[in-house]
């Protein structure tokens, strides 16, 4: 079986660097079917075929369909009058709208129509020390010959919108580029200018989803928009799956036998779930053992929800782009790695939570306990006892800042940064609306006691029902 895939997997990148210039674009879908014996009035057994065996000799005929990317929407495409993709994020230049990025050192922030700012607060005691460069500026001028461009040149059916790829997947994109930055001593003191890709997502909240150096002091810049949804052109295409249809050859079976192998198998292992698994004794009952009513033992349930998992410390949250990323482990521990081939190659601890030094804490700062119930947005803990500082020669520590995210665009939406205010002392912001469920719960000192339900099992965890006779 695993040549008969190979063959197959081999022919699909011929067949698209074929049918695509651009070369093996793994977004396009395909599914295998076997539908048996042919029919005379079957349609999909059409166009460029391949003769494949399997490691058992069976014989099949594979029909591998023709790929035409790009064409499904051409009828909506065509049709559309409306606005151009300028005017549809017209808005964001005119309300003075600014988006935010927070890494861990830099924070980047996109105000749309006026500038792109990279900086850095270092705050020592009252005073604040501010690193920071302007990555672009916008021009008017620019602006209008944009607008002029889009009288001119109006889209057609036949234009092609450039694309990048974003989660695997190919998302059309508008640029708008903003120059005139800060002089760059890098680059032969060249201004630096950013590339500002808008992209269409439904739920954006015109939010910066990347934000890079792609050559010295040149930088790109995605932001995720419901705007763009509106022209066609600039809506994600749906990819679907293309069937290749596989029909036995020379007396084969209709399926080859690693395939039903192969799902017999994988429908065993969806019966070994944890509710099929367990064992049922037969007791007998001695004669003289009354049967009475008797309330049952109190047991504490399971509550597998997301906020309780999280409590838990069960659903750890990880954040962070560029070299480093950070984990976070509610009532555990924060930290910070840098991953190399899928390993983590370096590992910093910026706290661990220890009860008694979070109520010192709270101790020491007040300000930092809860508001009362119906006031209260957030929730402040302390993690301390990290890894030592080179710098400071003590041990990390973070304030977690817990807040309470209201109308979100997604009911388990989870938005994390996290900040550098002095050396090696970190501020660690998770903002989501399962926070507004643990709010009420917090005691005077901001910290939510949650009991871990999950009952010991027995006989390598599979759960007994007694049955008396």
């Not at 349609?43 to 069976?58: A, K, N, P, Y």
């Not at 005929?61 to 549809?88: A, M, T």
């Not at 190919?170 to 760059?184: D, F, S």
């Not at 810049?221 to 020379?250: M, R, T």
Request: hydrophobic share 30%; charged share 30%.
């Amino acid at each position: 079986m695993i040549l008969f895939e190979g063959v197959l997997i081999l022919c699909l990148a011929c067949r698209s660097i074929q049918s695509d210039t651009q070369g093996f674009d793994d977004t396009i879908l395909y599914s295998l079917e076997w539908p048996g014996q042919p029919s005379p009035e079957w349609t999909d057994l059409e166009g460029e075929s391949v003769l494949i065996t399997s490691s058992h000799q069976e014989k099949y005929k594979c029909y591998l369909p023709s790929v035409l990317p790009g064409k499904k929407d051409g009828d909506q495409e065509s049709k559309y009058e409306g606005p151009s993709p300028l005017e549809l994020i017209l808005p964001l230049f005119t309300q003075t709208t600014c988006s935010f990025r927070l890494e861990t050192y830099w924070t980047y922030e996109v105000c749309h129509g006026r500038y792109i700012r990279q900086y850095h607060e270092d705050r020592e005691g009252k005073k604040t020390k501010v690193q920071e460069y302007i990555l672009g500026k916008w021009d008017e001028k620019y602006f209008e010959r944009l607008l002029a461009a889009d009288k001119e040149n109006p889209l057609d059916e036949t234009a092609e919108i450039p694309m990048k790829k974003i989660d695997n997947m190919n998302l059309p994109y508008y640029e708008v580029t903003m120059e005139n930055g800060t002089l760059c001593d890098l680059n032969n003191n060249k201004p630096r200018m950013t590339k500002v890709l808008y992209m269409c997502y439904i739920h954006g909240k015109h939010e910066v989803y990347s934000l890079k150096e792609t050559s010295t002091c040149v930088y790109e810049a995605v932001i995720l928009s419901p705007l763009l949804c509106a022209h066609p052109k600039y809506q994600p295409k749906d990819s679907g799956e293309h069937k290749i249809n596989c029909v036995p050859q020379e007396g084969s079976p209709d399926k080859p036998y690693s395939y039903l192998k192969l799902r017999a198998d994988s429908a065993k292992l969806r019966k070994s779930s944890d509710l099929d698994r367990f064992r049922v004794e037969l007791v007998q009952l001695d004669k003289d053992e009354s049967i009475t009513a008797t309330k049952p033992p109190e047991t504490k349930l399971l509550d597998t929800s997301p906020v309780e998992s999280f409590l838990l410390g069960k659903n750890c949250l990880n954040g962070g782009t560029g070299w480093w990323k950070f984990e976070f482990c509610y009532g555990k521990s924060i930290e910070q790695y840098h991953m190399e081939k899928g390993e983590k190659k370096t590992s910093i601890n910026l706290g661990r939570f220890d009860k008694k030094k979070h109520l010192e804490w709270i101790e020491e700062h007040p300000h930092k306990r809860p508001k009362p119930v119906g006031q209260r947005k957030q929730l402040s803990h302390f993690y301390s006892g990290g890894t030592v500082c080179d710098k400071t020669g003590k041990a990390r520590q973070t304030e977690v800042k817990l807040k309470c995210l209201e109308n979100p665009s997604s009911p388990n939406a989870v938005s994390l940064y996290l900040l550098e205010p002095r050396y090696c002392e970190y501020i660690l912001g998770v903002e989501s609306p399962l926070i507004c469920d643990i709010l009420s719960r917090a005691d005077e000192n901001g910290l939510v006691e949650v009991v871990d339900g999950e009952a010991e099992e027995s006989d390598g965890n599979i759960p007994v029902v007694n049955i008396k006779l």
